[in-house]
């Protein structure tokens, strides 16, 4: 009768999102999907889990800002999940009970009970958590893959002794781990030989219940953009910048060509890419800004499709120290084209790019523009 309860929330939790759906984005059009997920995760540790439901609603339908609104409906899970891994080894901890009024016999409570299948419940959040970082959007899922990562995941939480540093850890696994090429799939591979092989020597279980909840909820504040939690991890701990205008120009120079701009009033930086470049480490030059001679570098840029998913297995390309580049996509499809800033010539009227004669045949120098 519990599981039928449990299931009928679902449904209506979905439905209720599905009809508070205000906007087109993927990620807004699988609220009823984090709906479910709310359900399941509340179902394993704590009902009133559930808050997140009603409040995924109201950031749904009071927030118009797209980055805000998505920010807000990461805030939600954040706490569904945080809340959750830290009720979950609670329960498992303790024996408590309940005494019998006829005796000094204890009996054990409900609470205690339900201790017994605690750790299948965190076996639940950690593919709960991985759905919400890897499955949305739904329509990019590619369902074999998905399920054999699931699979290894799985069997890590298992391994690291199903507690809530192993709950993070599969849950990290999974989300840095692209599963395109197949190959890529050797990190899981790695980490469960090496948890396995650490335990068999007498690896006590790890618990760590505090910082795991605060890294997990950290993983999962951006699930909106997991794509690029994952490929590019250090964008979000660099101090946000306020919005600039940027005149653009957009205009790319093959090996050792050239072209002169005039910069335009109030401009302190230059906005540059790479085409074709991926494949080049940091430090490799891109070109020369004059006056100056100014190096523009793999590190200052880097190749503008370089974070795609499809692509970034192969590149070499570090996230630019100062990064320019838009937003593009979402969830686990979410990427930053490579596009970064280098200061201009203090007060340079005109200047002249220059891009690097030893550049691959094919590669370009891509001058985006002025901030």
């Not at 653009?248 to 002169?260: C, D, F, I, K, V």
């Not at 991926?278 to 490799?284: D, Q, Y």
Request: charge should be positive.
């Amino acid at each position: 009768m519990e599981r039928l309860r449990w299931i009928l929330t679902a449904a209506l939790s979905a439905y209720a999102c599905y009809l508070a759906v205000q906007h087109a984005t993927p990620i807004d059009q699988a609220l009823p999907f984090l709906a479910v997920i709310v359900t399941v995760v509340a179902w394993v540790s704590y009902p009133a889990v559930m808050l997140a439901v009603p409040l995924l609603i109201v950031a749904e339908i009071s927030f118009f800002d797209e980055g805000t609104r998505l920010l807000a409906l990461g805030a939600v899970m954040a706490a569904a999940f945080a809340v959750s891994l830290q009720f979950i080894p609670r329960v498992d901890a303790g024996s408590p009970v309940t005494p019998q009024a006829g005796g000094p016999q204890a009996t054990p409570s409900p609470l205690h009970r339900r201790s017994r299948v605690y750790a299948r419940d965190k076996v639940v959040l950690a593919i709960a958590a991985i759905l919400v970082l890897r499955w949305i959007p739904l329509d990019h899922v590619r369902i074999g893959r998905e399920l054999f990562l699931l699979a290894l995941c799985v069997t890590i939480v298992f391994v690291l002794g199903r507690t809530p540093f192993a709950v993070l850890v599969a849950v990290a696994v999974a989300l840095f781990t692209p599963a395109i090429p197949l190959r890529t799939l050797a990190l899981p591979l790695i980490v469960l030989f090496v948890a396995t092989l650490a335990r068999a020597f007498g690896m006590p279980r790890i618990v760590l219940i505090w910082p795991s909840s605060v890294a997990l909820a950290f993983l999962m504040l951006f699930f909106a953009w997991s794509g690029i939690v994952a490929r590019a991890f250090p964008y979000f701990f660099k101090a946000p910048r306020p919005e600039a205008e940027r005149i653009l120009w957009q205009e790319s120079l093959g090996p050792n060509r050239s072209a002169t701009y005039e910069v335009p009033q109030g401009a302190r930086s230059l906005i540059v890419s790479g085409a074709n470049v991926a494949k080049l480490r940091r430090g490799a030059l891109l070109g020369r800004i004059e006056p100056g001679g100014i190096a523009v570098r793999i590190g200052d840029a880097a190749d503008w499709g370089y974070l795609r998913r499809d692509h970034f297995y192969g590149t070499r390309n570090p996230l630019p120290r100062d990064p320019a580049g838009k937003i593009r996509g979402y969830g686990y499809e979410a990427w930053l084209d490579g596009a970064g800033r280098v200061p201009l010539p203090r007060g340079a009227r005109v200047i002249r790019v220059t891009a690097a004669a030893e550049l691959p045949a094919d590669a370009l120098l891509q001058v985006e523009g002025f901030e």
